[in-house]
């Protein structure tokens, strides 16, 4: 089985402006969830969406929001970005995501912002 | 709020030492605790325990959790320099949200 796919893997935007990334969850995992990396605060949660439901959210901004396709693929969107943005995206999927089963991370995304 | 602290946050050793990680953790209603290894990428699954002291191995890593005590600890045995890493503890709890640790940080020298 092919494992979970990121694009883009490296991103640069400037201050204000918005991006959208992308996660491709392996065959048949319906669970996708999304996390924020910095050195600073380590990995944090910021949505599950599950069967095209948002079933989760961390405790992030508004600007930060997501959405999940019929076919379990998912996006992620962050609007007016700040400096404090600047971190690796990761994208994991699981059969059930509902706390108790494996993630599977994809290589994440490294959005820059400047 | 649910809560995983892992200690120590980093480690220095030398080819052929053995180590122990700790992962002492707060969450409403556990389901389950993982580990990952988490290289220059993506962190990669390493163990899921559910049950109390049950132990799982693979090669030269094993780990055991304590539901009692609320820790789990994940040995290394002959260490290698392709063992250095970020090895991240992961809880899933009763809010379907799995909360992760800060990481240990494993330097391992020749």
């Known amino acids: 089985k092919a494992g979970v796919t990121q694009t883009p893997r490296y991103l640069i935007k400037t201050r204000g402006q918005q991006v959208t990334l992308s996660c491709s969850p392996i065959?048949?995992?319906?669970?996708v969830s999304w996390y924020q990396q910095t050195p600073g605060q380590g990995l944090q949660f910021l949505f599950e969406?599950?069967?095209?439901?948002?079933?989760n959210k961390g405790n992030f901004p508004g600007r930060f929001s997501g959405r999940q396709f019929s076919n379990s693929r998912s996006e992620m969107n962050v609007s007016t970005l700040e400096l404090g943005d600047s971190a690796l995206y990761l994208c994991?999927?699981?059969?059930?995501?509902?706390?108790?089963?494996?993630?599977?991370f994809g290589p994440g995304t490294r959005l820059t912002v400047l | 709020e649910d809560k995983v602290v892992q200690s120590p946050l980093s480690l220095v050793v030398h080819e052929g030492d053995t180590v122990t990680l700790n992962c002492s953790y707060e969450v409403t209603n556990f389901r389950s605790l993982l580990w990952y290894k988490q290289e220059k990428k993506a962190p990669t699954f390493l163990f899921m325990l559910t049950s109390s002291g049950i132990e799982k191995k693979s090669g030269r890593l094993s780990s055991i959790l304590d539901k009692k005590e609320l820790f789990s600890i994940l040995n290394i045995t002959a260490t290698q320099t392709g063992d250095s890493a970020v090895y991240l503890c992961?809880?899933?709890?009763?809010?379907?949200?799995?909360?992760f640790g800060r990481g240990t940080s494993l330097i391992v020298h020749p």
């Open positions: 992961a809880v899933g709890g009763g809010s379907y949200i799995p909360t």
């Open positions: 969406y599950f069967s095209e439901t948002q079933r």
């Open positions: 065959s048949g995992h319906r669970s």
């Open positions: 994991a999927s699981s059969e059930r995501g509902d706390g108790e089963g494996t993630q599977y």
